[in-house]
């Protein structure tokens, strides 16, 4: 069972993502983190406080460049 939607939008020096909760029908949650170690790390922790089960998520990237 889907419990959440995650979608990032990839940019050269920082990505968005945001949450989405189809059973409740709202965002749940938005991020704009840094591409780095460290901005990936607070990636990480934003999935984590949204959910303790990994398998419950379905992440979509944007595929960017020409």
């Known amino acids: ?13 920082q990505h968005h993502a945001a949450a989405y909760d189809p059973g409740s029908d709202r965002i749940v949650g938005r991020l704009k983190f840094a591409v780095s170690r460290e901005g990936f790390q607070q990636f990480r922790a934003f999935l984590t406080r949204l959910t303790a089960e990994p398998t419950t998520i379905i992440l979509g990237l944007e595929a960017s460049g020409h």
């Open 1 to 13: 069972m889907v419990r959440l939607l995650i979608g990032v939008d990839a940019g050269k020096q």
